[in-house]
């Protein structure tokens, strides 16, 4: 009976392995015929490695297994692989049997291989590029994971014409442009720089379409007039888009570090060039085009500037010290200074920094300089301009000794006749200095009282059809006097406009404009209407908008008049540019750092200097 047991035990466990064998070699078999080699290799090797096989088992099984490793080591046989892999539809699977016969034994067979794997390789790489180029037409983000295939593939490739065909393929993409304004400039490696502007007819918003090769990099330069780029833009495959914005922000076409620290006043622009007093006692010559700036040093000097040069046939003229230096801009030479220390003046004046000049009415080559004083009123003296001598002239006949308040102003109402206007806390005094000489002093013509101390400078306007002289003063009123100082008492004053607030800034205005611009320290902009006396055109901003994010800080300076806006800026550290006819705010802009001094504008460039001791230049633009 036990012997019995034993030999049933043992054709059980036969029988088991017998089952377990047939299942795996059912399983090789399956593998080798869906063209599994690997796996039906690695089943048989799992067979073979088992303790149990009956013998004549194992002799089949290694039969077969040494069978099988011949015919995958075969060039031949495995050619015959891949092609029933490819005929399946199955080419990525087909490209790696084609490699692998390709390394198989038999050159004839393996050299048939290695060229249709190679040209696989360049039809899966054109397929890939194609879908890749596809999506990215549509934007489709998908266009880069293709693209990262296809890469792979042409890093296995060792075909020449995958290679090249990478090198070649371009991805189309599509850049999307803020404005009409702005200007693209393309720069590809290996091509001329290309120049993009706006198709015809387009207003605002714009595309446009381009290729570029999937291993080049493209910058690209965005222009426009008063707006920049933080940095140019740079398009390729790393960026993975294919819709691209660009959009450019206003800001500064160029800042300038002073090397004498913040302005002190509003920039004077004198032709090519831009000079600014600073609070270190330089004046700073700036190119307004790039910024670059030359200081003329005033290393002699404790006090401080107040007031803006003035230039005068191509020489400037500036107030420091309770003394006048007269210099060249363009060599930064000092000319003359008055008085000097060796110059002999009988109670030595202290000038508060307001001054005109302008060429004598009698005598030519000589400038006839108005200089405001602290207890002297304003007095006279004569220069002659190729020399530098100066000659005092005798006090204004009639003049007061009060402070002037605002910057002695000369206007000429006809073609020999010239006034001075002089204003102090008093008011306005206007004298006729159309023979005034060294001999001959200035005749009083009237006085005008005014109800708060002038301030800044008369400017010249026509208000309601007369030629007038525009003044603002302190309580808050901006009044018109006629610039004929014939006119009799009743008609002198033409008109004025009250502003509410306080230190109204000196007007802004055009020749032959019907209005002009003041700014009022609690941070409003005013249009006088110069048509109707009295009525104001806009204000801004808007009562309804004094606590909308609207409203103004403390104004700096007054306003500056542009060729496409008012400009004015402000404590906050912004510069904002108002419309001239409504009071519209256009536009604004951080600075950075509050402003300082004023600002000014000339030929589409505005410039503002600011605390942090720079000078920034903005461009206008173009709407």
Not at 11 to 37: P, Y
Not at 49 to 55: E, K, T
Not at 351 to 360: D, I
């Amino acid at each position: 009976a036990a012997a019995q047991v034993d030999t049933l035990i043992e054709t059980i466990g036969l029988t088991r392995v017998a089952d377990q064998v047939g299942g795996i070699m059912n399983d090789a078999q399956r593998r080798w015929s869906a063209l599994d080699w690997t796996g039906a290799l690695a089943a048989l090797g799992s067979l073979l490695a088992r303790n149990d096989l009956p013998p004549d088992t194992r002799a089949t099984v290694a039969a077969l297994s040494q069978q099988w490793t011949i015919d995958s080591r075969s060039a031949g046989k495995l050619g015959e692989r891949a092609t029933r892999i490819e005929s399946q539809g199955d080419r990525k699977t087909a490209l790696a049997a084609w490699r692998q016969a390709g390394a198989g034994e038999g050159e004839a067979a393996a050299e048939t291989a290695r060229a249709r794997a190679s040209a696989l390789e360049l039809e899966l790489a054109t397929d890939l590029g194609s879908a890749a180029q596809a999506a990215a037409t549509r934007g489709d983000a998908a266009a880069f994971t293709t693209l990262d295939d296809l890469l792979a593939l042409g890093k296995q490739s060792a075909s020449k014409d995958v290679a090249g065909y990478l090198q070649a393929l371009e991805l189309p993409a599509t850049l999307q442009v803020d404005s009409h304004h702005t200007t693209l400039t393309l720069k590809q490696p290996g091509k001329t720089d290309q120049i993009v502007r706006a198709p015809a007819g387009v207003k605002g918003s714009w595309t446009y379409p381009l290729r570029y090769r999937i291993h080049d990099t493209i910058t690209i330069d965005a222009t426009r007039t008063g707006f920049a780029l933080a940095q140019p833009i740079a398009l390729s495959t790393a960026l993975r888009v294919s819709v691209l914005p660009i959009q450019l922000t206003r800001g500064p076409s160029w800042t300038r570090e002073l090397s004498g620290g913040a302005g002190r006043t509003a920039p004077t622009i004198a032709g090519r060039q831009v000079l600014l007093p600073t609070e270190r006692n330089t004046i700073e010559v700036v190119d307004p085009v790039n910024g670059d700036s030359r200081p003329v040093l005033f290393p002699d000097t404790v006090g401080e500037f107040t007031t803006p040069p003035i230039v005068y046939q191509n020489r400037a003229y500036a107030v420091i010290d309770d003394r006048i230096v007269a210099f060249d801009p363009n060599t930064r030479a000092r000319l003359w200074i008055w008085p000097s220390d060796n110059t002999p003046v009988p109670n030595r004046t202290r000038l508060n920094g307001l001054f005109s000049v302008q060429e004598h009415e009698l005598i030519q080559g000589q400038l006839l300089i108005f200089l405001g004083t602290a207890k002297r009123g304003v007095i006279t003296i004569a220069a002659d301009a190729a020399t530098g001598a100066v000659t005092a002239y005798p006090a204004l006949d009639g003049a007061t000794d009060a402070e002037p308040t605002a910057v002695p102003t000369v206007d000429h109402p006809g073609p020999t006749r010239a006034v001075l206007y002089a204003a102090s806390a008093s008011g306005i005094t206007a004298f006729d200095i159309t023979a005034l000489t060294e001999s001959s002093a200035a005749k009083v013509l009237y006085t005008l009282p005014t109800r708060g101390d002038p301030l800044g400078r008369p400017v010249k306007a026509t208000v309601a059809g007369r030629a007038s002289l525009l003044i603002s003063d302190s309580s808050g009123l901006v009044m018109a006097i006629d610039a004929d100082p014939g006119q009799p008492e009743p008609r002198r004053v033409v008109g004025s406009w009250p502003v509410e607030g306080t230190q109204p800034s000196t007007p802004a205005v055009l020749p032959g404009a019907t209005l002009a611009y003041v700014t009022v320290g609690e941070g409003r902009v005013y249009a006088l209407d110069l048509g109707r006396p009295g009525q104001l055109a806009w204000r801004f901003p808007a009562a309804r908008d004094e606590r909308t994010a609207s409203t103004l800080a403390r104004a700096v300076g007054g306003p500056a008049i542009g060729l496409r806006g008012l400009y004015v800026a402000d404590l906050a550290g912004r510069l904002r540019c108002l419309d001239l006819r409504t009071g519209a705010e256009r536009w604004h802009v951080d600075l950075g750092s509050p402003a300082c001094g004023g600002l000014s504008a000339s030929d589409g460039r505005v410039f503002v200097p600011v605390k942090s001791g720079k000078l920034l230049c903005f461009e206008e633009g173009d709407d």
